[in-house]
Every structure is written in C-alpha cells, then in structure tokens.
C-alpha cells in the first residue's frame, strides 16, 4: 500500500509528471540519435560495456 500511496502523490504532482515527460523525451531522443545517427558508436559503446549487440 505504501508504494500506491507514493504513486499517487507523485501522479498527483503535474510539474513532476512534466518534468518526467520532458525526460522521457530528452531519453528517447539520444536512443534515437545512438540507433540512427551514429550506429558505430553505438556498437562501440556496446563492446566497452561487454553487453555486445542486444
């Protein structure tokens, strides 16, 4: 119960359901950038990290 409680008080807090918007999207963009824009780096990255291709 603690953890719905908690949930709702942060749903009910719209500058932090914004802000956690904002980050999403800022998120989904780099993902975006790795995937599209630089594939080798993103296998580069993958290959430091020792996770290889997913």
């Known amino acids: 119960m ?3 409680a ?3 008080r942060l749903r009910a807090d ?4 914004a802000a ?3 980050r999403f999207a ?3 963009t780099a993902i975006l950038n790795l995937e ?3 594939p080798g780096l993103l296998e ?3 290959a430091i990290s020792g996770r290889g291709a997913p």
Do not use: F, S, W
């Open 26 to 28: 800022d998120l989904e």
């Open 36 to 38: 599209q824009g630089t």
């Open 44 to 46: 580069n990255l993958r």
């Open 14 to 17: 719209p500058l932090l359901v």
């Open 6 to 8: 908690a949930a709702a």
């Open 20 to 22: 956690l918007q904002l």
């Open 2 to 4: 603690k953890i719905a």
